[in-house]
């Protein structure tokens, strides 16, 4: 096991506005801020989910779209380095009007109809992702 001890630093509370595509405009965020370590949490609704699953035999992600309103049940992720830039990694569960869920890593399209942020920055040396053989992923390499 790796790990790393973190100081809690700033707290950003945020509405993203509506019609903004929920990754870029955290993305944006965060760069404008320089933020290189931080947890992130979120709810809310979109029109539209853009999503990505992981397939662990072939080492690709599948990308899938839900062309429909949906509430976000839950939104977590992180931010860290990939070749020395700020870098956001999430994944939600949605709902749709049947009370059913899908979920998956979130990906550029999914459309904001509102949506509440929560991002929590961490002092400390940034977790730097790099390449993992065994899994095909980029993961935090520089914990100890």
Known sequence: MTHAT???GPVHLLRVPTGA???GHLEEF???RSIETAWLSYLGAVSGASLRY???AEKE???FHIHQHLEV???VGNVSLLDGAPFIHTHAVF???GGRAFGGHVNHGCEVWALEVKIEEYVGDAPIRLP???TGLSLWSNLT
């Open 6 to 8: 973190y100081q809690p």
């Open 21 to 23: 595509d929920l990754l």
């Open 30 to 32: 965060i760069t404008e």
């Open 54 to 56: 992981y397939d662990q």
């Open 61 to 63: 992600y599948c990308d």
């Open 73 to 75: 049940l839950s939104g």
């Open 95 to 97: 709902g749709d009007a």
């Open 132 to 134: 993992d053989d065994e």
